[in-house]
């Protein structure tokens, strides 16, 4: 059973869960986990049982509004009825918030920095899905960390990880217009958001994914082959994980990647791409990782980064595609999904 945990940053409390410290392990790699939209901590479990005899710890993470976690105020929601200004203060806050847990749990667990041969004690930041914005964020705005806090993520970060991100919550647009059960009025709110949670654990089979045309993706209609990740879930499972009210379109997560568009895709470059911020974190390697059976929304992300670090000479982002795998690759198959990690933070 795993056991709730808290802390609390500038007043903020984020509840996590924490598999540990390896067993015998003095230098181990820690991972901080953030998941994405509606789906909490608990959607890691799997590869949590698995951490320890792969000599990871990883420690997954509730975001504001989710169970324990401290809910957003009216006045920080009012930032996205407001301009450019209160939205990218939203946005390099919400960076800050897991910046600042990361950097506390360094201290109270006192995790061991980067070896001198660079092979052993370090930390990741995960982002899964919609989570991959915060984790991008994290390292946008790092800059704007207390200097002290600033200095010891810089000596322990050394792996960013994009968990099959889509399109929309990195600011990147579709060329054919993207559909949701969420966004659709003839669909009842209710069957909207299961709808929704339906095709996010669903299998595609989609056309050609070497030609990198959208035309190719599969957008609505789930492969056969494999049932629905939601399918394998328990009611207790779904219970522990799952809030799907935060899957409505007036859900702050909604809001978040609705209404922050040209701040989304500034956090994006800024953690990839500027010289400062890569200067800043010199043994930073970031991984995108796509599943191949994924929804169509996160093959544009995937072909939209990879162009983008094609434009800035490429080698600032690694990709890795897993086969056959889908948005839940990591409860699906956490065996398969923790020896991938383990490749990535090799």
Not at 178 to 185: I, K, V
Not at 187 to 203: N, Q, R
Request: charged share 20%; aromatic share 10%; hydrophobic share 40%.
């Amino acid at each position: 059973m795993l056991k709730n945990s808290f802390s609390t940053v500038n007043g903020i409390q984020l509840s996590y869960f924490d598999s540990g410290i390896p067993e015998g392990s003095a230098q181990y790699v820690t991972i901080f986990a953030i998941h994405g939209i509606c789906f909490a901590r608990p959607v890691f479990k799997g590869i949590m049982a698995l951490a320890p005899t792969a000599n990871i710890r990883l420690v997954a993470i509730n975001r504001r509004g989710y169970l324990g976690s401290t809910p957003y105020t009216f006045d920080e929601l009012e930032a996205f009825q407001r301009d450019d200004t209160a939205k990218e203060a939203f946005v390099r806050s919400r960076g800050l918030e897991m910046a600042l847990f990361v950097d506390q749990f360094i201290q109270e667990h006192q995790l061991p920095p980067i070896s001198v041969d660079g092979k052993a004690g370090w930390v990741a930041v995960l982002g899964w899905s919609m989570g991959s914005s915060f984790a991008l964020c994290a390292v946008a705005h790092s800059d704007a960390l207390p200097p002290e806090s600033s200095a010891r993520l810089q000596s322990h970060l050394r792996t960013l990880i994009l968990l099959d991100p889509p399109a929309v919550p990195l600011g990147m647009s579709h060329k054919i217009a993207p559909w949701s059960p969420q966004l659709d009025t003839t669909i009842s709110k209710k069957e909207g958001v299961a709808f929704s949670t339906f095709l996010l654990t669903a299998y595609f089979k989609h056309g050609d994914l070497s030609s990198r045309k959208e035309e190719e993706l599969s957008r609505f209609v789930p492969s056969k082959y494999r049932p629905a990740s939601i399918y394998d879930m328990s009611d207790a499972d779904l219970e522990s994980m799952l809030q799907a009210e935060l899957a409505d379109i007036s859900s702050p997560d909604m809001q978040y990647f609705l209404t922050c568009g040209p701040q989304l895709p500034a956090s994006y470059r800024k953690a990839c791409y500027d010289p400062q911020v890569r200067s800043s974190f010199p043994r930073l390697k970031v991984w995108e990782i796509c599943g191949e059976a994924t929804l169509s929304h996160c093959w544009v992300a995937y072909w939209a980064i990879e162009d983008d670090n094609t434009t800035h000479g490429g080698d600032m982002v690694h990709f890795k595609v897993i086969d056959r795998a889908n948005h839940f690759m990591h409860w699906d198959d956490p065996e398969n999904t923790v020896q991938v990690l383990i490749g990535v933070i090799a």
